[in-house]
């Protein structure tokens, strides 16, 4: 089985940075890439990146094209968020994307998701 632990939100101010992980560990099986995903209080789930395996650039949402900038080390995936605005707090979840996913979207199929972390950006 799959599991993912997640590390590194907490709490910036406007214009700051902030990296989370994403460390996956269990199953051997390959799997297409990691998706990165937020919810804000009040809204609905948002994408934010996903890379894949095979190598290749990641993608990003527009929001946060520029800003935000994911790698990936062996079996950790990294989200490096520069600049952070307030309209970036959430709940940001990472998440194994299985064969058949696509990057681009619409089809990011979900194995496991990560616990979150908690992001918060106030002055």
């Known amino acids: 089985q799959r599991r993912i632990v997640e590390s590194g939100g907490g709490l910036v101010k406007p214009g700051d940075s902030l990296t989370l992980s994403c460390a996956v560990s269990?199953?051997?099986?390959?799997?297409?890439?990691i998706g990165w995903f937020r919810q804000a209080p009040g809204k609905e789930q948002e994408w934010v990146s996903c890379?894949?395996?095979?190598?290749?650039s990641p993608y990003y949402a527009d929001s946060v094209e520029g800003r935000f900038t994911s790698s990936n080390a062996k079996n950790t995936v990294y989200l490096q968020m520069n600049s952070l605005e307030p309209d970036d707090t959430g709940v940001y979840y990472c998440?194994?994307?299985?064969?058949?996913?696509?990057?681009?979207?619409?089809?990011?199929?979900?194995?496991?998701w990560g616990q979150g972390a908690l992001v918060t950006v106030s002055s």
């Open positions: 890379i894949s395996r095979s190598g290749g």
């Open positions: 998440a194994v994307l299985s064969y058949g996913s696509n990057c681009r979207g619409p089809n990011r199929y979900i194995e496991v």
């Open positions: 269990g199953s051997t099986l390959a799997y297409y890439g």
